[in-house]
């Protein structure tokens, strides 16, 4: 049963940087890609930046140059390191893994999420 665990989220005043972290509860290199998605209230769920397991990155026209996603295999955690944050970036941040192959065809996997409030 594959876990995701995010936290870093919080309370940030326009402008200011947060760290959010993902701790998967096993090898993230079995994983085709990881990824940050965010979902505000009354509005469906956006994935704004993917990781492959080759390292290629790719966010949403709203973060880029701002929002940075890492990965460190050896601690099977993610990153996504978020600079000049909007109050328009307020929602619940949710880690995801996905797999191109399962015995039951793709796959993505969730974490419970964690909030982030961009506010002053």
């Known amino acids: 049963q594959v876990q995701l665990v995010e936290s870093g989220g919080g309370l940030v005043q326009p402008g200011g940087s947060l760290r959010l972290s993902c701790a998967a509860s096993?090898?993230?290199?079995?994983?085709?890609?990881m990824g940050w998605a965010r979902q505000a209230p009354g509005k469906q769920r956006e994935l704004v930046a993917t990781?492959?397991?080759?390292?290629?990155?790719n966010y949403v026209d709203s973060v880029k140059g701002r929002f940075t996603i890492s990965r460190d295999n050896a601690k099977n955690t993610v990153y996504l390191q978020m600079n000049s944050l909007k109050p328009e970036d307020t929602a619940v941040y949710y880690c995801?893994?996905?797999?191109?192959?399962?015995?039951?065809?793709?796959?993505?996997?969730w974490g419970q999420g964690t909030q982030v409030t961009v506010s002053s």
């Open positions: 990781i492959t397991s080759g390292g290629t990155t």
């Open positions: 995801n893994a996905f797999k191109t192959w399962t015995p039951r065809g793709p796959a993505n996997y």
């Open positions: 096993g090898s993230i290199l079995s994983f085709n890609s």
